[in-house]
């Protein structure tokens, strides 16, 4: 390592994450040990959720180092991000040493093993990459750009999107935002308009299915951009349709998805998610909602009754994709179930009722949310729903598959989740940013105060990582794969993290519901919890996905 770690910043982080990467390596081995590939991590739930944390850190330190070194490469340093780089490679080398040494008997390292990160130059690049001169240096200069993210995408489709989508997002969304966050509005028909018009829906959808095929990363990228803007009224339009749209091209009908897909390509299908149960959440395998054999005037189907609750947009939408056991044999748990798809009427307001020509009855209330408005989330009592055979997505082949092809759209979900975290935590930094700049305390404006440019500093950092670790996923995505998950679990932290830190640095003015950082903050509170609850995310799916490939 050099001498010098703040001259050669890149060379500095590079050095540190390898270091970090060892030693993480060699606790998973560890940890596989000790739970049997996973098998018992039920008996070791508190390291299993450190493990899986620092995991995702290390993971996103390289990813974020990989991008100044690739943008070096061809031709076009970005000398603050190298900083960036460095100072959040420190930070994840130096919370990984202290977690080891806190834990010492849970990871069951050697001395030998942890070697790497006692080394002399380790601990000098660790403080001077977290320096708090050399963090409000990142500040500084962040808040000389006011916060503006303007990094190289190399793609140039990527490239394009971003730019459509921040346009679309200035002009048809930023507009409303906080009236439909105060006011608890559904998304205006204009908006939605005007969304489809884009081909937003359509991202990730095949070309031979009516999207565009741009692929997951464009799709991230336009999720973030229109997340910036309002997280419920734009953001996460799309990620319902995801969600389903990725259980077709898995595991649909060819019917199916030529039917379907391109209606969600073009938002004609506006598509609402139903799986949350009233008693059951995150233990999606233990659903209650039945779907039973039926017949109407001579066509095949199924009656399904229940209850399903954080069902959001259902009731704009007019398709739900619903998750139904269809084997009545509780102890199969995720494999019985099915996944179907009901076409209903649209409905406005907090409260819609959908009486069948079949018999059958939908009725959705919305549950009141301090954030995360615009959307509107139901719990729905449904009683005797008739869904025709055609509607089961996979036909004959998707009887009792819908776990595996919902936990399939899910990891999409999760995907997109990340972008979500990832715009509002720019959105957040931005806002903190240009409030420094205007306001002034004790004859200088707030941007001239040490403390100020060192969280900004820190804040640029975390979002930084944020949005390499969720572009790394998106190149990269499988739904089997765990990088997914890493990516919203830590963008979403990172995006309480940096609304609640620009709400502090605008004063009481942050608490103010007619300033936006108030509704970036409130908003931010659900995202470690939809698509996933963090624990659940952190244990069941990285942790176990990580120990169980060992």
């Known amino acids: 390592m050099t001498t010098d770690p703040a001259s050669q910043p890149s060379q500095a982080a590079r050095t540190l994450v390898d270091r970090a990467r060892a030693v993480m390596d060699a606790a998973l081995r560890s940890a596989a040990e000790v739970t049997r590939s996973g098998e018992l991590l039920d008996d070791h739930q508190v390291h299993g959720e450190r493990i899986a ?38 930070e994840v080398t130096h919370a990984l040493r202290s977690q080891v040494e806190a834990a010492w008997a849970d990871f069951g390292l050697t001395e030998a093993d942890i070697a790497p990160l006692h080394a002399a130059d380790t601990r000098e690049a660790v403080r001077v990459g977290l320096d708090g001169a050399f963090l409000r240096a990142i500040g500084r200069d962040v808040i000389t ?17 971003r730019d459509m989508a921040r346009e679309f997002a200035k002009n048809e969304v930023a507009p409303y935002a906080q009236e439909i966050h105060r006011q608890d509005l559904t998304v205006p028909e204009q908006m939605l308009a005007r969304f489809c ?15 565009t095929g741009m692929g997951d990363l464009p799709m991230v990228i336009i999720t973030e951009e229109l997340s910036a803007a309002s997280l419920a009224a734009a953001g996460s339009l799309a990620t319902r349709p995801e969600i389903l749209a990725k259980a077709l091209v898995a595991g649909g009908t060819e019917e199916q998805r030529r039917e379907w897909l391109p209606k969600i390509a073009t938002g004609e299908a506006l598509v ?12 999606v395998a233990s659903i209650k909602t039945r779907a039973e054999p039926a017949e109407v005037n ?4 199924w009656r399904i009754s229940g209850a399903k609750a954080w069902s959001t947009f259902s009731g704009r939408a007019n398709l739900l994709a619903l998750l139904a056991r269809t084997n009545p044999d509780a102890s199969l748990g995720g494999r019985g179930l099915s996944l179907f798809m009901i076409e209903k009427p649209a409905y406005t307001g907090h409260h819609w009722r959908f009486e069948q020509p079949e018999g059958g009855v939908m009725e959705g209330t919305a549950n009141p949310t301090p954030g995360y408005r615009g959307m509107h989330s139901f719990t729905i009592a449904i009683d005797n729903i008739f869904v025709p055979h055609t509607h089961l997505v996979g036909g004959d082949e998707g009887i009792d598959r819908g776990f595996y092809l919902q936990m399939g759209g899910f990891a999409a979900g999760r995907l997109q989740t990340g972008g979500r975290g990832v715009g509002l935590a720019q959105a957040a930094l931005e806002k ?15 941007s001239e105060y040490q403390l100020t440019q060192y969280k900004i500093g820190v804040m640029a950092t975390h979002v930084a990582a944020a949005r390499q670790i969720t572009y790394a996923s998106a190149r990269t995505f499988t739904t089997r794969a765990v990088e997914p998950s890493m990516s919203k679990l830590l963008a979403c932290d990172i995006a309480g993290e940096v609304s609640r830190e620009a709400q502090l640095l605008h004063g009481g003015w942050g608490y103010s519901e007619e300033d936006p950082i108030s509704r970036y903050v409130v908003d931010a509170l659900v995202l470690p919890i939809f698509e996933g609850a963090k624990p659940i995310l952190e244990l069941r799916v990285i942790a176990r996905g990580l120990l169980a490939a060992l």
């Open 53 to 90: 944390y620092l995991a995702t850190q290390v993971r996103a330190a390289e990813d974020l180092v990989g991008y100044v070194e690739r943008v070096a490469a061809g031709g076009t340093p970005d000398a603050l991000h190298e900083r960036m780089a460095f100072a959040y490679a420190a």
């Open 197 to 211: 018009e884009q081909g937003f829906f359509g991202s990730s959808i095949p070309e031979e299915y009516g999207g």
């Open 145 to 161: 750009t006011g916060g503006a993210n303007h990094i190289a995408l190399e793609d140039e489709v990527a490239t394009l999107t």
């Open 272 to 283: 609402a998610i139903a799986v949350t149960e009233p008693d059951f959440g995150s233990d």
């Open 298 to 301: 001579g066509v095949r189907g």
């Open 432 to 446: 903190a940013c240009a409030y420094v700049t205007q306001r002034q305390q004790f004859g200088q404006p707030l």
